[in-house]
């Protein structure tokens, strides 16, 4: 084994500032809160449907294709957290995050490790192909 | 290589608010910034308040962020930060008692709270005759949570450790190793307080605490792995496991050994030429 | 101020304090109300950091005997070991073992499921018991979580005792700092146990966690408490250059090589027989030989070393039992043992010497037991083999807790504490040495004894280099009355804690100077060039130091020896 083989293994690490799942967290908490208030906003205006004119008016409003926008940043957050809560499921489930076993230096840890970051990957993907189909649509229908 | 430290300092006998002063220092490759620290303690400023102790990292005493990561002091070189400005500050949601030094005393409480030790109903427990045996696949099942040093990075780094009353990555990874212990009777009395909106469900999985661990204990692992076992106990499949026996006596000699006899004795109890005194 | 009450006041929170408090706990069935006095956070301690194993007498099936145990320790002591006290100690072993891994603690085992044992230097049977190597963390670890079992054990952490309160020859209680608001207390207790741990941070190339600066011994000392052997100092041969880290010596146990700057095995001169795996201070004397006659590595700035090779033992053995030290060297060297050699010296490791014990703990104060590395009983006599040191603490944490906890069970009331003492205690700490203004910084005094020591009362030893030593720190003494407090605020204030460990290092460097230059001969671990053979007619007797103003009055006892004579002492 070569001196420069050698050295390669012997080098300390150190933790980066947050990682993927960090951010994922983040992201999860952010498209919950927005879906959340955007269900009571959606209950609060369909229950204008009473008033008749009222609800005339609010079905011009959102008929103009300048809303559309709205209802994508709709489906995108919900592609997001319904792809990212997929994945905490599984995991919470015991999926995807490794055994406990001897660790070793520098102790990579396995339940952020590769299997977690492959599913995160491919629901995240899928979920992003979902959304670019979307864009397609609403980018039809404004059209 | 000059380096510059700054420092959080706060001493509530006097300080109204804390404040960060900057020290300059040359360090050398090696140099950790524990190392550092006691330098800038003992020479620059005497009155600069640090945890510390074993400076190998695994006494667990000197976690504080740096350059806003949660980690060991002793275990991290200056020069492998690749940073001339080097921002000490004290972990991030404990209560902060002076300069770098945070409050445990919450954690600790909330350690003792998941009844960490082996609850059996045995007399054996308390009258060791033999081992209790565990095969390999037990002991390498929760060895990495046994190496927790409970130095409170977990929790620093953690984003939901702001809910004072959530129990926190470590104390959680205590209770997956001792439920999970071969040897261990007492998950039903454990089950409660880990079942509970403050205990594991708590847990979002961000992943941090297992990012800035210094030792290799996961306790996101642990914590996913627990969600798994209550959900697995209320839908009721989950296999009871029975505490391991007690080794029996050993009868085949496996090891050949040459061992040698210790000398005769040279001196009977009688001529004890001594008393004892004291 | 406050006066506290306690029943049974331990102080140290390490493998000793934390055995003491749970025997207390389980030996009264939970009545006993227990106060556990440490300086640091309770899980801090250094106990953590002992890495290589726990010697007991498993296997007897396999050959091991409780006589093989005591004579492998009392030879390793070079006889100055009292042979009822290792007799009592090596018989209560086995249980103390079996009771931790009841309690909790991973053993590595062997496949069949059974707890393994490693060999170790000077053992004539592989003994050990070990987790990994981070054995002193595990039992730590388990202990502290088993305490968890009980509700009258409470535990004060970051008080910083400053003085013992006898009267009449009786233990009454201590007086404390509590750190974190900076007032001094008194803990009024039935009993007490001290369990602070050994004195090794006076030395510079050392093992020790920096909190182990034996204040334990220097509280008693002052007080009144004779201290024995305090010159036997254990060198622990591979301590990790240049930071001193320990590296176990399981590494040794598990077969690795010492290397010399030629690659040769140089431990076939010095131990033809047991080689690399003979007891601390030969192997210890044989590496600083090496280094002095030019064969071992050269640093620019002093620390010469040999190599500690593992690479041999492959892989899986390494990351399986060896994870520890392997991590060390590649955070702090850049080195990874699994491919090279590990470069490393003797640093100090371990304080054979302590605080006049009987065979069960107890202190020549009545309502006060010693355990653990701070208490000489003596087991290890003038050198302690390794393992013995956290199996010391296991034994004589148990049998003082219990002996304590019945003392305190027939003392219908606590006595009166004396109230002239305390104030004069807490008058010395917050207004003589907190309102110091003088020009000296402490902190360098501390640095220049810690040289000193290293130079002077090392490994070797002459007449001339202690006799200089003892003048040097008279002097440092001196200098330390003249030192600046800077903070001056009561929270958390460890610029005072710092002074205080200070002094106490001060007064105990004294002590092994002095110690060390009375004994005009070689034994263990206390190697004197101009004496460099053991004098059984003259030495065999333990030193005892006691206090005076002008320094350290010595006397001496005899060795307790029931059944086996001095012999010479090969390997």
């Known amino acids: 084994m070569s001196i420069t083989e050698t050295k390669k293994h012997a080098v300390a690490s150190y933790p980066k500032r947050y990682n993927l799942e960090r951010y994922m967290f983040f992201i999860q908490r952010a498209t919950g809160i927005f879906l959340v208030s955007y269900f009571y906003i959606h209950i609060f205006i369909y229950n204008q449907r009473i008033d008749a004119a009222l609800w005339a008016s609010i079905k011009t409003a959102f008929g103009n294709p300048t809303m559309y926008p709205m209802s994508f940043i709709f489906v995108t957050a919900i592609m997001i957290h319904g792809a990212n809560g997929l994945r905490l499921i599984l995991t919470q489930l015991g999926f995807f995050i490794g055994k406990p076993k001897l660790p070793v230096y520098p102790y990579p840890p396995s339940s952020i490790g590769k299997a977690e970051r492959v599913i995160l990957f491919i629901l995240i993907s899928v979920a992003i192909i979902l959304i670019i189909v979307a864009l397609g649509e609403f980018l039809f229908f404004i059209r | ?278 | 101020m406050e006066i506290i009450k306690h029943d049974l006041v331990i102080i140290g929170s390490g493998l000793a304090g934390l055995r003491a408090a749970i025997e207390a706990s389980r030996f009264s069935k939970g009545k006993l109300d227990v106060a556990i006095v440490t300086k640091t956070q309770a899980l801090r301690a250094h106990s953590v950091c002992a890495e290589g194993g726990t010697a007991g007498v498993l296997r007897v099936e396999e050959g091991d005997s409780f006589e093989l145990h005591e004579w492998d320790t009392i030879k390793g002591s070079d006889f100055l070991a009292d042979q009822d006290a290792v007799e009592l100690f090596v018989r209560l072993l086995p249980s103390e073992l079996i009771q931790l891994e009841h309690w909790g603690i991973l053993w590595s085992r062997r496949a069949d499921g059974r707890v393994d044992q490693r060999p170790f230097g000077g053992h004539s049977f592989p003994r050990a018991c070990y987790a990994g190597d981070y054995t002193g963390f595990a039992e730590m670890h388990t202990l502290y979580d088993t305490l968890q079992k009980y509700d009258n054990v409470k535990i004060y952490e970051e008080w910083f005792m400053t003085s013992l309160l006898i009267e009449e020859n009786k233990f009454k209680g201590i007086t404390a700092i509590e750190m974190k608001s900076g007032n001094m207390h008194a803990i009024k207790a039935k009993a007490g146990i001290i369990a602070t741990g050994g004195a090794g941070r006076i030395y510079s190339f050392t093992t020790y966690s920096h909190t182990t600066t034996g204040d334990g011994q220097a509280v008693a000392y002052r007080a009144g408490i004779p201290l024995k052997d305090m010159e036997f100092i254990q060198f622990h041969p591979t301590g990790l250059v240049p930071s001193g880290v320990l590296i176990t010596e399981g590494a040794r146990g598990e077969g690795g090589y010492l290397l010399n700057k030629e690659g040769e095995r140089f431990m076939k001169r010095y131990a033809p027989k047991l080689m690399e795996l003979a007891p601390r201070d030969i192997v210890s004397r044989s590496i600083m030989t090496e280094i002095i006659e030019g064969r071992g590595f050269k640093r620019p700035d002093g620390l010469d070393y040999v190599h500690l090779d593992i690479s041999h033992l492959g892989r899986e053995k390494i990351l399986e039992r060896l994870m520890s030290i392997r991590e060390y060297s590649i955070r702090l060297n850049g080195i990874d043992p699994i491919y090279e050699p590990i470069p490393v010296r003797p640093a100090a490791h371990y304080t054979m010497g302590g605080i006049h014990t009987d065979t069960y703990g107890a202190t020549p104060i009545q309502g006060l037991w010693a355990a653990g590395e701070v208490a000489c009983v003596s087991i290890h006599g003038a050198n302690r083999l390794g393992t013995n040191s956290t199996a010391e603490c296991l034994v004589y944490g148990t049998l003082t807790g219990r002996a304590a906890t019945q003392y305190a069970l027939s003392q219908s009331s606590y006595s009166n504490v004396p109230l002239d003492s305390i104030q004069m205690e807490e008058k010395r700490v917050f207004d003589e040495v907190l309102g110091k203004e003088g020009g000296e910084n402490p902190f360098e005094i501390k640095e220049e004894l810690r040289n000193l020591m290293d130079k002077k009362v090392g490994i070797f030893r002459t007449e001339s280099d202690l006799k200089e030593a003892a003048k040097e720190i008279r002097n440092l003494k001196k200098r330390f009355k003249n030192i600046k407090v800077v903070d001056k605020s009561r929270v958390y204030n460890t610029n005072i804690i710092g002074v205080l460990e200070i002094e106490n290092m001060l007064d105990l460097a004294e002590v092994i100077a002095y110690s060390a230059l009375a004994r005009t001969e070689s034994r263990g671990a206390h190697y004197r060039i101009d004496y460099p053979q053991r004098d059984d007619k003259n030495w065999l007797k333990h030193t005892l130091a006691y206090y005076t103003p002008e320094g350290p009055k010595l006397d001496y006892i005899p060795v307790r020896i029931i059944k086996w004579l001095p012999v010479e002492r090969k390997y």
């Open chain 2, 1 to 278: 290589m000059e380096v510059v430290f700054k420092i959080h300092r706060f001493d509530p006998s006097k300080d109204v608010s804390p404040y960060y002063k900057q020290y300059k220092i040359t360090i050398d490759k090696g140099t950790t910034v524990l190392e550092a620290l006691l330098y800038i303690k003992e020479r620059l400023d005497n009155s600069l308040a640090i945890r510390y102790s074993c400076r190998m990292g695994i006494c667990g005493s000197c976690g504080m962020r740096i350059n806003g990561i949660p980690m060991l002091a002793c275990k991290t070189q200056v020069s492998m930060l690749k940073s001339n400005i080097i921002l000490i500050e004290p972990l991030s949601n404990n209560p902060i008692i002076k300069d770098l030094v945070t409050n445990f005393s919450n954690l600790f409480a909330k350690h003792k709270m998941i009844k960490p030790y082996i609850i059996r109903k045995d007399s054996e427990l308390d009258n060791p005759t033999r081992e209790y045996l565990q095969k390999p696949n037990e002991f390498f099942n929760i060895l990495q949570f046994a190496l927790c040093i409970k130095c409170g990075l977990c929790w620093s780094a953690c984003p939901i450790s702001s809910d004072n009353r959530y129990l926190g990555p470590f104390v959680l990874a205590q209770a997956y190793r001792y439920i999970s212990d071969s040897r261990d009777d007492g998950y039903n009395e454990r089950f409660d307080i880990i079942d509970s909106p403050h205990g594991c469900w708590r847990c979002h999985f961000a992943g941090s605490c297992s990012q800035v661990c210094p030792r290799g204990v996961d306790p996101a692992l642990a914590i996913q792995l627990l969600k798994k076992s209550i959900t697995t106990t209320k839908l009721g499949l989950k296999k009871i496991k029975t505490a391991a026996p007690v080794a029996p006596p050993l009868t085949e000699v496996t090891r050949k050994l040459d061992v040698p006899q210790p000398p005769p004795r040279t001196v009977f109890k009688n001529q004890r030429d001594s008393t004892n005194e004291r």
